[in-house]
């Protein structure tokens, strides 16, 4: 028999550490089965249960991962009850974790009531109960985006990343440390798409082996866009729907700081125009205007005949010759309003036509930025503030819809917040779109998404569900242009890092 | 029975002096570096969450770096702090002489590890702003345990392919866990001397080799493919210097190693010479006690400035005043800008400036480092802070936190920061983090109130001026990373109605010496405190006012309107010793007539040092960072 000797030489036998052992995996095991129960009795409350993420009401797709949240409210013990048509499920603590299996199974229903029971002072309050609603339209499998931390000059560690809607996978596209050091940074941003397809994706890098990554069905290239034909090379993107084109927006970007405002930072074009590249030919074609216009934020129209952006005409205010437009574009930033436009496009011919004016914003002394058309070719949703074209710094600035058959613009008030909204992405199918937003804490940036009825209405969005209720409260990083793909970049990251170090093609 | 006695005696006398020398080496730390070891863990972070804990993973050594940064937090109390890595240091030693079977006086040469430990500890100076890697103050000291405590199993394990199987899983799993200091755990495995078929050596060597790069290519999608090697590992390159002498102190831990084994093999030989070992053992334990005095920063200027932060953190403005006057450690040498503007800051707080500033030692000396220290990095942000500029000490705070990886100095900064802007929510969200560490969970439950009455920061001792200072209207602006130069001109060029921000204004004009700032400012001052009970004009104030009377004399008068300077000048109460000074000063300029201005402001010092006549004319091209 193995006798063991402790510190205090007491010899404990090995059956009886045997024994000790099984007690306490029963008692382990009776504090496991101990049943999540509803309270016997309680009080009504008539207030929502405060919880994050503020999940009441929202409508979610059938594929979407399970909504975990947190009760913010005061209480020492804490039961949630999820009931539909299939049965109920419950579940104690604060953290409140669907199980997948159950979760699945919860979503079958139209509709999830979620009751929440709050232990405080030995009292039971049983809060209003609220609805998770189900929609049977699905959602793309993925969404990609680039993590950055809000801040202005410096960046390290940054990725572009693909997070999997059913559940809480994220995985690394390229991550910028792969080619990084201490004597050669990098910059990575812009991912962009063709039609939702993760085999057709480009972003770009900066600095440290700089270029466009362009990857097409499996083939991956690193280009050189800067031609001196235009302002710089690309900056912001937009793949033609069917062809192998990308427009662009060429951008000479500053930015200066508020010494006082929350907003912090303003960033601005002091010269931008718009150019296309054609992939097939390495071939950069401009289409410059008078500097006095700044063209941005390209998106083409689902048919790829129309090129919307937005544009701003700024000439200097200060004429005194020591005054650059840099400097004076600083000490009026507040003057500089954006509107939308739309160039015709010949396909044959890869010719522009003359700019259409599509929303006046800058009559309305508004700005508005990042027109992005639903697929069904009707819907125009923008981003609008009341200066500049850098809105995710903007406090005031919303999302707005067009409807382009009737002309009319609404404030889509059912999603905005009184902080940012900004960068938004609609679905392959028209019926989801997912935005970026402030509304947190006003700093650090958070996907939302929402139901779109085809009709001009939005449902109550809710924010990317993640494993851990309070990630995003302690997560330091933004998530900066949130897009739709219909499944996973299949490129690993190690394969675009070493495609990056290749020699890169010039473009013509 | 007494040579029993004798030989218990012997045996314990090499442990016991290690132990002696560990503790002498803990007080040194602690006399000459506490202040430096608090700051250490201020500008760390370890948060017991699974995010961090996942967020240390993503890098091979993610294990070791993740703990380091937990160890990390005990330096809050460096004596604890101080304590604990000298028990880590104790380990190391017994383990290596357990592993390396070291008897009698070769045990001493274990002595040298923790020496190098200590080495790679105190050489870090003003890297301390700017490593990146997580923990790194207590990475080698854990990576080296960690090394030893692998190696535990391979010294138990009695069959080949069991041990060969054990360093094979060292060196693969171990470096996902360890990263390249699980090729030092491989390393000492190899030298224990155990024999082994050199070709299965061979072949677990390049597994070993191999293990990396496969990683690289299948795990870790954010290492670049030619560091893999040195994962987990802190990197002294700045921009495009890889400064060379702070690897030594990491070389020479497998150095040491390779000594050690030398010892184990030959060291019985040896025996046979009588006085061979202890002449060897002392010779190298005099080589490591030089190597660590080599590598020791020592700089004062340095201590000073780590000290002063840490005073001003705690709002001790007499003390950063008396770290300003201290003794210095070495060489007399002149002060930092960011030293200087800290006594300024010290000075401002106790309403003192206007009669003290140009007491204290001037200068703009460098930091010694072998890059250009900026202030954005050492001190700049604290400033920024204490002068209301919120926006861009929060600029800065997020630049570093991004950088150099984020820390509770930057985090409470951004706290604070977000309080007096009223960004509330951004400001909770720092703060919960806080709450979430083991030592500054009170610190953020205080500044958390402030959410809730943000009325009690008109109350708060350290945010009742900086609150009023921060209320100055809005404009997009840029520092060009030369905080001193934006906060002496946007002072100087400022105009506020609150008391301390118009006293900056004047201030900073003073600093400037422009004589058009400085009088409007210097008459609006005069009209905001004329009515106080105990009105009178500090010194430094007084004395410009009759320098710049006397240097322009024809200028109309900016206090009496109507007239000239000169006309003005018999209406001013100036102090009697404000116009002896400036005429004692004159007379002595005509006396020094020949000199150059180098051997004036030699010449001048002693008797004129403090004055603003001495800083106006003979204190120049004070270059800041």
């Known amino acids: 028999m193995l006798k063991i000797k402790t510190k205090n030489s007491v010899q404990i036998s090995l059956p009886s550490l045997k024994r000790m052992g099984w007690v306490c995996i029963f008692l382990l095991l009776l504090t496991a089965c101990g049943k999540t129960k509803i309270p016997a009795s309680y009080t009504e409350s008539t207030a929502l249960p405060n919880i994050y993420p503020e999940y009441t009401d929202v409508t979610v797709p059938a594929n979407i991962a399970p909504l975990t949240f947190h009760i913010d409210n005061e209480g020492t013990d804490f039961v949630t009850k999820f009931t539909t048509s299939e049965g109920e499920w419950l579940y104690d603590g604060d953290d409140v974790c669907p199980k997948r299996k159950a979760w699945e199974k919860m979503k079958t229903a139209e509709k999830i009531l979620v009751e929440v029971f709050i232990n405080k002072d030995g009292k039971w309050t049983r809060m209003k109960p609220f609805f998770i609603y189900v929609s049977k339209d699905e959602i793309d499998p993925y969404i990609s985006y680039r993590l950055i931390s809000p801040s202005y000059v410096t960046y390290e560690d940054l990725t572009i990343c693909q997070r999997k809607l059913t559940n809480f996978d994220e995985s690394l596209i390229y991550g910028n440390m792969a080619n990084s050091d201490e004597k050669d940074g990098q910059c990575i941003n812009c991912h962009a798409y063709q039609n939702y397809n993760p085999a057709r994706i480009q972003f770009h890098v900066r600095q440290s082996h700089g270029g466009t990554i362009i990857a097409y069905d499996g083939k991956l290239e690193r280009i050189n866009m800067i031609t001196g034909k235009t302002v710089s090379a690309g900056v912001y993107p937009t793949w033609h729907p069917t062809e192998k084109l990308i427009a662009y927006s060429t951008n000479k970007t500053g930015q200066s700081f508020h010494t006082h405002d929350n907003q912090k930072v303003e960033v601005q074009d002091n010269q931008s125009d718009l150019m296309l590249y054609d992939i097939e030919r390495h071939e950069v074609l401009p289409l410059a205007r008078d500097t006095n216009y700044l063209d941005c934020f390209p998106f083409w129209s689902p048919d790829g005949k129309f090129l919307y952006y937005c544009s701003a005409h700024y000439e200097k205010i200060d004429t005194a010759m020591d005054i650059t437009k840099e400097y004076d574009m600083i000490k009026n930033y507040k003057k500089v309003k954006y509107s939308l436009y739309r160039r015709s496009f010949e396909l044959k011919t890869k010719q522009f036509g003359e700019p259409e004016m599509v929303f006046d914003a800058a009559k309305d002394s508004m700005s508005a930025t990042l027109p992005r058309i639903s697929p069904d070719g009707r819907w125009l949703m923008f981003t609008m503030g009341e200066f500049g074209v850098f809105h995710i710094w903007h406090r005031d600035a919303d999302l707005y819809l067009m409807d382009l058959q009737s002309g009319e613009v609404r404030n889509i008030t059912e999603i905005n917040s009184d902080n940012v909204e900004s960068y938004h992405s609609w679905s392959s199918n028209g019926k989801w779109v997912i935005f970026s937003s402030r509304r947190n804490d006003g700093n650090f940036t958070r996907p939302y998404i929402t139901h779109f009825d085809g009709k001009g209405h939005f449902t109550k969005p809710f924010e990317l569900p993640q494993k851990a209720p309070q990630f995003h409260r302690e997560f330091l990083r933004s998530y900066n242009i949130p897009e739709f793909m219909t499944g996973p970049v299949k490129i690993r990251p190690q394969q675009f890092a070493a495609q990056i170090r290749r020699d890169s093609i010039q473009a013509k | 029975m007494i040579n029993l006695r004798k030989k218990d005696f012997k045996k314990l006398l090499i442990p016991v002096l290690l132990i002696v020398a560990l503790i002498i080496v803990g007080v040194r730390l602690l006399d000459s570096e506490r202040e430096i070891i608090f700051r250490m863990q201020e500008l760390s972070l370890f948060l017991p969450t699974r995010l961090f804990f996942t967020s240390s993973m993503i890098y091979p050594g993610g294990v070791l770096t993740w703990t380091a940064a937990w160890a990390t937090q005990f330096f809050y109390h460096p004596t604890l702090g101080i304590t604990l890595m000298l028990i880590c240091w104790a380990a190391i030693m017994g383990l290596t002489c357990y592993l390396f079977r070291l008897r009698g006086i070769w045990q001493g040469l274990s002595l040298l590890i923790p020496l190098a430990l200590l080495a790679c500890l105190v050489q870090t100076g003003y890297w301390l702003y700017y490593m990146k890697l997580q923990g790194h103050v207590w990475v080698p000291t854990l990576g080296v345990l960690f090394s030893l405590i692998l190696a535990i199993p391979y010294r138990l394990i009695s069959n080949q392919w069991a041990r060969l199987g054990w360093m094979a899983a060292v060196g693969s799993l171990g470096y996902p866990l360890m990263g390249a200091w699980s090729f030092l755990a491989i390393g000492i495995m190899g030298l224990l001397g ?163 500033m140009f007491r204290y030692p001037e200068g703009a000396e460098q930091q010694h480092a072998p890059w250009t220290v900026r202030m954005t990095q050492v001190g700049g942000k604290m400033l920024y802070y204490h002068y209301g500029k919120a926006g861009f000490c929060y600029r800065w705070c997020m630049e570093d936190g991004v950088e150099f990886g984020w820390s509770v100095d930057v985090l409470k900064y951004m706290s604070k920061t977000s309080l007096i802007s009223h960004d509330w929510e951004v400001a909770r969200k720092y703060l919960n983090l806080l709450k979430k560490t083991r030592y500054h969970k009170e610190w953020a439950e205080r500044y958390e109130a402030f959410i809730e009455h943000p009325e009690l920061m008109e109350a708060d001792e350290e945010m009742k001026i900086i609150v009023p200072m921060s209320q100055f209207p809005d404009r997009l602006d840029g520092d060009n990373t030369l905080i001193e130069l934006y906060l002496l001109k946007t002072f100087a060029n400022g105009t506020g109605t609150d008391v301390y921000y118009q006293e900056m204004t004047l201030l900073c004009s003073l600093i400037m010496k422009d004589i058009d700032l400085f009088w409007p400012r210097f008459r609006q001052w005069l009209n905001m405190h004329q009515k106080d009970e105990n009105f009178r004009v500090p010194r430094y104030y007084q004395e410009a006012a009759y320098l710049y009377i006397m240097l322009e004399p024809q200028r109309p008068s900016e206090l009496w309107p109507g007239e000239t300077n000169a006309q003005a000048l018999s209406k001013i109460p100036f102090d009697e010793t404000v116009k002896q000074s400036y005429q004692n000063f004159m007379n002595f300029n005509t006396q020094c007539g020949s000199m150059s201005e180098d051997q004036k402001a030699v010449a001048f010092h002693p008797q004129f040092g403090d004055t603003f006549y001495y800083f106006y004319f003979l204190v120049r091209n004070q270059k800041t960072n």
Not at chain 2, 237 to 245: A, K, L, P, T, W
Not at chain 2, 259 to 279: D, H
Request: charge should be neutral.
């Open chain 2, 194 to 356: 155990i024999e082994i078929d050199k070709w299965k050596l061979a072949i677990c060597l390049l597994l070993i080799i191999a293990v990396p790069p496969i990683m690289q290519q299948w795990f870790y999608g954010q290492v670049q493919h030619n560091t893999v090697y040195i994962a987990a590992m802190p990197s002294f390159q700045y921009g495009d210097d890889n400064i060379r002498e702070y690897h030594y102190s990491y070389y020479a831990i497998p150095l040491i190693f390779i000594i050690i084994a030398l010892a184990s093999n030959f060291g019985e030989r040896l025996e046979q010479k009588k006085f061979l070992p202890i002449t060897i053992v002392i010779l190298f334990t005099v080589i490591g006690i030089w190597g660590v005095n080599k590598r020791w920063y020592r700089d004062t200027n340095f201590h000073k400035e780590v000290a002063m932060m840490n005073a001003i953190e705690q709002l001790d403005w007499e003390r950063v005043l008396r770290i300003m006057l201290s003794q210095d450690m070495g060489e007399p040498m002149p002060p930092t800008r960011v030293m200087v503007m800290m006594k300024n800051l010290a000075l401002f707080r106790l309403g003192r400036a206007g009669d003290e």
